[in-house]
């Protein structure tokens, strides 16, 4: 362990370059601090950078979801359904908008994706919309799940929280549902501390989510800063949900760097999977293809659910790394467990007492590799040799 206790290779670790710093001091001397000309720049960029019309910044990953379960129609009385494995705010967001998560469940352990069987069993004349989540940077059947919502007149709501730029068939995850929902959180691939952005192709979804990102108003600060307008009204129920400019600024910034971070990921996630395909006990997600049209946010491995705790507790105390666990399922969480008392999604769970996220981001070195293989390793073969025993 390092000095302080804190662990010698960290889960993430980011760093910002000097014109990082430089386009939030010029932000801050500019002294317009509040969503504007920063932030509809980088929205410009990045809905250009996903190949859609729309791309609206908000304050998390979280509102963006929220309004995008709005502009689904999603309210009292109707159901999204939303895969089990996941973080909680995909579930959350829709009983923000007044609907009902019906959780479904994964395809398994080598492929934690929403199974798209599954939903089809789980749809009703209630359901509005099907939330899928591409976990860890990885494309869920969205173009499967698209098909399946056109069929049954349902929206489909994009979590694309993990994977900026990543692809499927060629196209941008974000770009397939009636809205995507990505998050820049302090440990995200394009990671600015809090912030989010709802993307579309469909313009009254981009009006809507404009308007009650920052209280249903007609104008806002900026254009009455401007002189575009002296006064405003409300027209709706919205919310404080703007995405500020110092983190606007520093979103282009780190932009520019994007697809070199993710191509580092890739070379990185590749090498794991080299290593690790010789570790007995250890299952690795998704298939090596598939790194070529991910983004690679998280490695995440598959153990057996005895040895999940002992080998984080053995990795972080004996050999200062740092993991976390992606994700428990949300069906089993105390708020939804007695929201909705008798939901059994075996996949999910099992998932949920395997799963292991070990570290991974660009300046991670081959070094560091190395000592985390040879330490999740050692932990699984003495874990063994004490259950023989």
């Not at 302080?4 to 010029?26: H, M, N, S």
């Not at 409300?234 to 282009?252: H, I, K, M, Q």
């Amino acid at each position: 362990m390092s000095a302080g206790g804190f662990p010698e290779i960290p889960l993430f670790d980011l760093r910002l370059e000097p014109q990082d710093l430089e386009a939030v001091a010029q932000t801050l001397r500019s002294g317009w601090l509040t969503l504007g000309p920063r932030t509809q720049e980088f929205e410009e960029t990045f809905a250009a950078h996903l190949g859609v019309r729309h791309a609206v910044a908000v304050s998390s990953c979280t509102a963006a979801l929220h309004l995008a379960y709005l502009a689904a129609g999603v309210g009292p009385g109707d159901e999204v359904i939303v895969p089990a494995f996941t973080f909680a705010a995909t579930a959350a967001a829709v009983l923000y908008a007044g609907g009902t998560p019906v959780f479904a469940d994964i395809r398994g352990l080598e492929d934690p994706s929403i199974d798209p069987q599954d939903v089809a069993r789980r749809i009703t004349p209630r359901t509005k919309a099907v939330a899928c989540v591409h976990f860890a940077g990885y494309a869920a059947p969205v173009q499967e799940l698209q098909a399946l919502c056109c069929e049954h007149g349902l929206a489909l709501i994009e979590d694309v929280a993990h994977a900026p730029s990543a692809t499927a068939g060629g196209r941008k995850l974000g770009s397939f549902g009636l809205a995507g929902a990505f998050s820049f959180f302090s440990n995200k691939i394009l990671s600015v501390g809090e912030g989010g952005l709802l993307s579309t192709d469909d313009d009254a979804v981009a009006e809507q989510a404009r308007a009650l990102r920052s209280h249903a108003m007609t104008s806002g600060t900026w254009a009455r800063h401007t002189g575009a307008t002296t006064t405003y009204d409300v027209t709706g129920l919205g919310f404080n949900y703007r995405l500020d400019e110092p983190r606007a600024a520093l979103l282009s910034s780190r932009f520019r760097r994007l697809e070199d971070d993710i191509a580092r990921r890739r070379v990185l996630t590749r090498r794991y999977r080299e290593l690790l395909g010789a570790v007995e006990g250890v299952t690795l997600p998704y298939r090596d293809e598939d790194v070529d049209t991910s983004s690679c946010y998280v490695l995440p491995i598959m153990v057996a659910p005895e040895v999940q705790g002992p080998l984080r507790i053995a990795l972080r105390e004996k050999h200062g790394v740092q993991t976390s666990l992606f994700y428990p399922s949300v069906h089993e969480f105390t708020a939804y467990r007695e929201r909705f008392a008798g939901v059994s999604l075996p996949r999910a769970e099992l998932a949920s007492r395997c799963e292991v996220t070990i570290p991974l981001f660009p300046h991670l070195t081959e070094e560091q590799q190395d000592h985390v293989v040879r330490s999740i390793d050692q932990e699984l073969r003495a874990l063994r040799a004490g259950v023989s025993r």
